[in-house]
């Protein structure tokens, strides 16, 4: 079968039906791709969107907390990420007491972000009222679970309070990684643990606050997310906590920011070329002065 077409130049023409099919094929294929291209872009316009909005909930400033040295951080894999820190009750921190509160919500991506931003508004808010360390985080769990409990995401959490004038911390530990509290003047590490189920699965779950006396200049405390220990290098060996254990016990005079680099140093060595799999945060507490100079 073919097609005749006829101009005043050439003449009389037959051109083969393959030959237009190919023709109108690619230029649908090519319009295709325009239209890809196009939605990419716009994709990417929005995914930019997301994480400047989302670098914008981080803690812009360090607060400044009497006689604690502090150093934090977060690297996310995509472009948005569920990782989140902040600290709060700020106003408290020139008395010598720091709130702080890392968190790790499930999967990557937008939709994480989503559920981070709401967490740290959840946090932000429930903060600012009365309450212990534990009723503020039974009360956003609550609210969080409420939220996203047809998702079948969750949030594991670590809700930290230094008090250095009282020489203490305490704690609540939501499915999140124990803190590492190490002392240079026993050179041993200490887990703060807890009881405590991740965010988003029990709304009527009741967390409980930790307490742990004896905080001494010179002691330093480590916060992270499982995108750290969990980072693999090309033979698949995970980077684990021992590299973390060992940086800290070797800086342990540096500064709190020192020991933090090292740690996200030593973190791309292991990783080599390969891109992250998951987020990274990171917080690195020392105290500084002893409780009675505070």
């Known amino acids: 079968v073919s097609i005749i077409a006829f101009n005043k130049k050439d003449g009389i023409k037959k051109f083969d039906t393959d030959v237009i099919n190919t023709v109108v094929n690619t230029a649908r294929s090519i319009t295709h791709l325009i239209d890809l291209a196009i939605g990419n872009n716009r994709m990417l316009s929005a995914l930019e969107v997301a994480e400047e909005v989302q670098q914008n909930l981080l803690p812009k400033a360090l607060p400044a907390v009497k006689s604690l040295d502090i150093a934090a951080k977060s690297i996310y894999s995509n472009k948005t990420g569920g990782d989140f820190y902040d600290f709060l009750r700020v106003s408290q921190t020139s ?146 906590k021992k590299p973390i254990k060992d940086i800290i016990r070797r800086n342990a005079a540096a500064s709190a920011n020192t020991i933090m680099n090292e740690i996200l140093v030593a973190l791309a060595d292991h990783r080599q070329e390969q891109e992250p799999e998951d987020d990274v945060t990171l917080i690195v ?7 009675d100079s505070v």
């Open 95 to 240: 008395a010598g007491i720091l709130n702080v509160v890392v968190g790790d919500v499930s999967g990557h991506g937008i939709a994480a972000g989503l559920l981070m931003a709401t967490a740290r508004a959840l946090f932000r808010s429930r903060s600012a009222q009365p309450g212990t360390l534990s009723e503020v985080v039974t009360d956003v769990n609550r609210d969080l679970t409420l939220d996203i409990y047809d998702t079948n995401r969750f949030t594991t959490l670590f809700y930290l309070m230094v008090d250095a004038q009282n020489r203490m911390v305490k704690w609540v530990r939501a499915g999140h990684d124990a803190a590492l509290l190490f002392d240079p003047e026993s050179d041993s590490f200490e887990e703060l643990y807890g009881s405590g189920l991740a965010m988003g699965w029990d709304e009527d779950y009741r967390y409980e606050e930790n307490l742990r006396k004896g905080l001494t200049k010179g002691q330093v405390i480590f916060i992270g997310t499982d995108g750290i220990w969990e980072t693999f290098n090309p033979t698949s060996n995970a980077f684990g």
């Open 285 to 291: 507490i020392k105290v500084i002065e002893d409780a």
